[in-house]
């Protein structure tokens, strides 16, 4: 069977971009649609605040489409759009238009020791020039090994040897993508015991040393807790305030003894109680509910969203004095 | 283990078919203190062992991409039943574990795993409904590429025609057949089975941004596949005659581009 001449671009390129050992300099800000503009800022700097945003899901595209939603802004799967075109690629480029949209990537596997993928990157950086998106963001984690993707969110042992090399690679796909780029707190259902750093303590090094930011997911915070015995309120402490980019909102599911992070239910008390303590602690910061199976009607996405902003703004009138 | 023997052996075990503790069981007989390794670097703890937990990252693992294969490949599920589906679906990811970041490409490489399947003695239509499920819709998620109109070649003069090549829009596939597995594909209520009836169809991207189809004969065939492959028209009408005997490959050739044209096959070259 001979396909066209887009079926004989499907191998890629894999190549080993060469390690920078220094962080890019800043990118002049491209001419933003609203909300867009590179954002690549000095460390400890937060992007701007956009505010309560949702998960964008392909069965809200017609509520969305249609203008009769109230959201300020959206993230989509970074990996469902690169080299894609057709209906969701137009889909997608007419929400820009309308709304800022953040690209969050679940393959960069900047925790892994595969050589990161030039062709991906490529792409990225690609999409993200047309996008504009305000970040980039992806998971500290690993995803793929031996050339072999999982397509899951593997953990990482906490070390100095694994902190040192996130750190090249945080650095080395900054430099190439000219920004800083997100990373959010996975959520984990095993450990190691050679681990000497706590998640925490280990986020906070790596924003530091990389001027990375933290998407701070409270309900992979409260998952990882429950499941390790860690304390929700170390993990908060630890996490230094000018380094969080971004907070998820989600509902896991309960297995055993264990939470599983499904994002399938209504955010639970607990990871709400969460977000005023982060709000308190954080201030604002550009707030997303994250819906990824069993997904319902867009008025329940757009009232957890509507009950974020209400907290936030609760948390936010309170004094410096004000009793939680 | 250095960091990178560890995602190896942790990725081993959540690909293992049968489960971890059977793949830990399988590394330590092929000569790997597996157990010992594994008991070394995992935490547990007494609500849910060590074991237990990365279990949990290998159910997720196979069920994720079982899900994903299952809403590309509906009708091959719905031939072979949710059993037969889910064992295809182990000896698929063995065969071919994911190598792309996009789980988009997954289910590439099943149409040609499914050719060399026992599945296909009772069910030799399987591998030609599974291409059939794949270009559909990889045709539907292709890039976008302009249409070239007849009008954009006016200016080029006749004599200029033979040494013409084409470029197929992203979203165009040709797919050769032998089965009718269409109606299967397409209809809520198909035919008991696929006759079998060697037959070539070209897939585009409509206007709708929806995929459709056409069948086109040997000759169509040979041609489309000539000019895909970059040969200028004068060789694709001879290609297409030398296969062809007794036909008008001029007409033929003619009424081959004046179809192509009509659907809007044909992009500008980058």
């Known amino acids: 069977m001979h396909g066209s001449e887009g079926q004989e671009r499907e191998a890629g390129r894999r190549e080993e971009i060469p390690l920078i050992s220094s962080p890019g300099g800043n990118v002049a800000p491209s001419t933003p649609r609203r909300g867009g503009g590179v954002f690549s800022p000095a460390p400890g700097q937060r992007p701007p605040f956009l505010g309560h945003g949702a998960g964008l899901r392909r069965c809200h595209y017609p509520d969305v489409l249609s203008g009769s939603v109230e959201c300020d802004w959206f993230e989509v799967i970074t990996e469902n759009f690169l080299g894609a075109g057709g209906r969701a690629r137009r889909i997608l480029f007419s929400i820009r238009e309308r709304f800022p949209v953040v690209l969050h990537g679940v393959s960069l596997s900047i925790g892994g020791c595969d050589p990161i993928r030039g062709d991906y990157l490529e792409a990225l950086r690609g999409l993200a020039s047309e996008l504009e998106p305000p970040w980039i963001s992806d998971h500290l984690c690993f995803t793929s090994a031996r050339g ?96 969080v980019w971004q907070f998820h909102l989600a509902g896991p599911s309960e297995m055993g003894p264990l939470l599983i992070d499904t994002h399938d239910h209504p955010v639970p008390d607990r990871v709400w109680e969460l977000y005023r303590r982060a709000v308190r602690r954080f201030g604002a910061v550009s707030s997303l509910v994250e819906w990824d199976d069993k997904i319902p009607e867009w008025s329940v996405l757009s009232a957890e969203r509507q009950k974020a902003a209400r907290l936030m703004d609760e948390e936010l009138r309170r004094g410096p004095g004000d009793p939680s | 283990m250095n960091l990178e023997e560890l995602q190896s052996f942790f990725l081993s075990l959540l690909e293992a078919p049968e489960g971890v503790a059977r793949g830990l069981a399988g590394l330590s007989a092929a000569g790997m203190p597996a157990g010992d390794l594994f008991s070394a670097h995992f935490r547990g703890d007494e609500r849910l062992g060590a074991l237990a937990r990365v279990d949990i990252y290998a159910n997720m693992y196979f069920f994720r991409l079982r899900d994903v294969l299952a809403e590309d490949f509906p009708r091959t599920r719905g031939v072979l039943g949710e059993t037969a589906f889910h064992n295809l679906v182990t000896d698929f990811l063995v065969a071919h574990p994911p190598s792309e970041p996009s789980l988009r490409w997954l289910g590439r490489p099943l149409p040609r795993h499914l050719e060399s399947s026992p599945l296909t003695s009772s069910l030799p239509f399987l591998p030609d409904l599974a291409r059939l499920e794949w270009e559909w819709l990889d045709c539907f998620q292709a890039l976008d590429a302009p249409a070239l109109l007849r009008s954009m070649l006016a200016p080029v003069p006749p004599a200029e025609w033979p040494e013409l090549t084409f470029c197929f829009r992203p979203s165009v596939r040709f797919l050769s057949l032998e089965f009718e597995v269409e109606a299967f594909f397409l209809e809520s209520s198909p035919p008991a089975r696929p006759v079998r009836r060697p037959h070539s169809l070209v897939i585009f991207r409509g206007e709708d941004e929806e995929p459709a189809f056409f069948e086109i004969d040997e000759a169509a065939r040979v041609f489309y596949e000539s000019l895909a492959s970059g040969r200028p028209l004068a060789e694709a009408c001879s290609e297409m005659a030398g296969v062809c005997e007794d036909l008008d490959a001029g007409g033929e050739a003619a009424r081959y581009l004046s179809d192509a044209f009509d659907r809007e096959l044909f992009s500008p070259k980058p």
């Open chain 1, 148 to 243: 072999h993707n999982s397509h899951d969110l593997l953990p990482l042992p906490y070390t100095e040897e694994s902190l040192a090399h996130v750190e090249r690679r945080v650095l080395q796909v900054q430099d190439f993508l000219g920004r800083a780029i997100a990373l959010e707190n996975a959520s984990s259902y095993v450990t190691f015991l050679h681990s000497t750093l706590s998640e925490w303590e280990f986020l906070a090094e790596l924003a530091a040393r990389t001027g990375c930011g933290i998407l701070l997911d409270l309900n992979n915070l409260d998952v990882s807790c429950h499941n390790h015995g860690w304390e929700r309120e170390s993990y908060l402490q630890g996490i230094p305030p000018g380094s």
